[in-house]
């Protein structure tokens, strides 16, 4: 059974000054690093008595702020960005009944994106129409993905759609929400 690529997969093969891959700032585990460290330096140079509670709560609130700081530091999610616009992009889901399949692709193959409001939604996640766009509509792809034998498979190939296709839609997926 041939593969399609996913949409990730796509944008990694674009060229950087199209679409890059970045990562989230490093700003926020050192917001959360800062006071986590002057807690503990706070509770450690003072001399406390055993039942004073200010400090196990300066020390517990230390702690847990360090550990936030580090975890945000060494795990930080992967965007992509528009290059044109410095841009990120954002993805969206729309879900149909799973008889919709057909319809739904033959639709996506000849670009008469305004009949989607026709197809039946669904809340149900067996078929769903992935779509990653900028907000302003310069960068925009999607993908139908089904799931079948217990995992999600890309049914059809990755397809770059204009401005006006971007509208469209982006009004379904707003109505839908």
Avoid at 21 to 47: D, Q, R
Avoid at 148 to 166: F, G, S
Wanted: contains cysteine.
């Amino acid at each position: 059974m041939e593969t399609n690529e996913s949409i990730e997969q796509v944008f990694d093969n674009l060229d950087k000054n199209i679409v890059f891959k970045t990562k989230n700032s490093l700003l926020w585990g050192f917001l959360f690093l800062i006071p986590g460290i002057a807690a503990l330096v706070a509770y450690s140079t003072f001399e406390w008595e055993p039942n004073n509670a200010f400090a196990h709560i300066l020390f517990v609130a230390g702690s847990i702020f360090l550990v936030i700081g580090i975890l945000k530091c060494f795990f930080r999610k992967s965007k992509y960005v528009s290059a044109s616009n410095n841009k990120e992009i954002v993805p969206s889901l729309l879900y149909f009944n799973l008889s919709e399949r057909e319809k739904l692709i033959r639709l996506l193959e000849t670009g008469n994106l305004s009949e989607l409001k026709t197809l039946q939604p669904s809340i149900v996640e067996g078929l769903k129409l992935r779509i990653l766009a900028t907000k302003d509509g310069q960068i925009c792809y999607s993908q139908v993905i089904a799931f079948v034998m217990n995992e999600y498979v890309n049914v059809t190939a990755v397809q770059k759609h204009t401005m006006a296709d971007y509208q469209i839609l982006t009004e379904i997926v707003s109505s839908r929400k």
